[in-house]
């Protein structure tokens, strides 16, 4: 089992630049698929990106181009640079972390709050 603490959140301009971490613990990191979520009040959590244990990408429309996750198996930490924040990403960003092997196994951070505002 594997146990996931983010940091990095916080407040930050439009237009700024934020750098998320989640580093992982309990289990052997290269072996997941992992990912950010978010959730801004009254909505759903959506998907932000993703990477998976191989290094492939996938980002949520709204985040292309702007947002970049990266993963350090040797520090069994996975990251989320932010550019060019606009308010409507204000959100609890979370880190997921997915295990298959026959079944999945799915665990998640408490999250960090990022707030972008002027």
């Known amino acids: 089992q594997v146990q996931l603490v983010e940091s990095g959140g916080g407040l930050v301009q439009p237009g700024g630049s934020l750098r998320l971490a989640c580093a992982a613990s309990?289990?052997?990191?290269?072996?997941?698929?992992m990912g950010w979520y978010r959730q801004a009040p009254g909505k759903q959590r959506e998907l932000v990106a993703a990477?998976?244990?191989?290094?492939?990408?996938n980002y949520g429309d709204s985040v292309k181009g702007r947002f970049t996750i990266s993963r350090d198996n040797a520090k069994s930490t996975v990251y989320l640079q932010m550019n060019s924040l606009k308010p409507e990403d204000t959100a609890v960003y979370y880190c997921?972390?997915?295990?298959?092997?026959?079944?999945?196994?799915?665990?998640w951070g408490k999250g960090t709050l990022v707030t972008v505002s002027s």
């Open positions: 997921n972390a997915v295990y298959t092997l026959i079944t999945t196994k799915t665990y």
């Open positions: 309990g289990s052997i990191f290269s072996i997941y698929d």
């Open positions: 990477i998976t244990k191989g290094g492939s990408t």
